[in-house]
C-alpha cells in the first residue's frame, strides 16, 4: 500500500513540474499590448464567427481609441458612425496605416492568332 502511495506522490510531483515548465515557455511566448489613447485599432468582429465567409475579415478597420483602463477594458470611438463602446482589451489590435505609392498597370491587346 505505502507502494503505491508513493508512485502517485511521484506522479503527481512530476505533473506538477511538466505544467511548470509548459508555463513559463507559454508566458514566454506571450506578446503584450501596449495601447495608448487616440490611437487607431481594429476591432475584432465576432458576429462573423457565426457566418463566416471564407474571405471576409473578421477585423473592422480604423476605429479611434479613446481610452484605456487599467484592467484591460478599452473605450473605442468610431469616427464614421460617432458611437462610443467599451470592449476587452483582447477584441483589438494595432493599425497600421500603409500609403503605398500609385500602382501603374501596364495593359495590352490580346490579338487574334488566325
Not at 503505491?4 to 511521484?10: A, F, I, K
Not at 506522479?11 to 501596449?34: C, F, G, M, P, T
Not at 473578421?58 to 477594458?73: M, P, T, Y
Request: net charge positive; charged share 35%.
Amino acid at each position: 500500500m505505502e507502494e503505491l502511495d508513493e508512485l502517485r506522490n511521484e506522479a503527481y510531483e512530476s505533473a506538477r513540474i511538466y505544467k511548470d515548465k509548459v508555463k513559463r515557455l507559454h508566458d514566454r511566448r506571450i506578446s503584450h499590448k501596449k495601447h495608448c489613447p487616440r490611437m487607431k485599432v481594429l476591432l475584432f468582429n465576432s458576429r462573423l464567427k457565426l457566418f463566416p465567409g471564407k474571405l471576409k475579415s473578421r477585423w473592422s478597420g480604423s476605429i479611434l481609441l479613446k481610452e484605456v483602463f487599467e484592467h484591460g477594458a478599452i473605450e473605442v470611438f468610431n469616427e464614421n458612425t460617432k458611437e462610443s463602446l467599451r470592449v476587452n482589451g483582447h477584441r483589438v489590435k494595432s493599425y497600421y496605416e500603409h500609403q503605398s505609392p500609385p500602382m501603374v498597370v501596364e495593359s495590352q491587346a490580346l490579338h487574334d492568332p488566325h
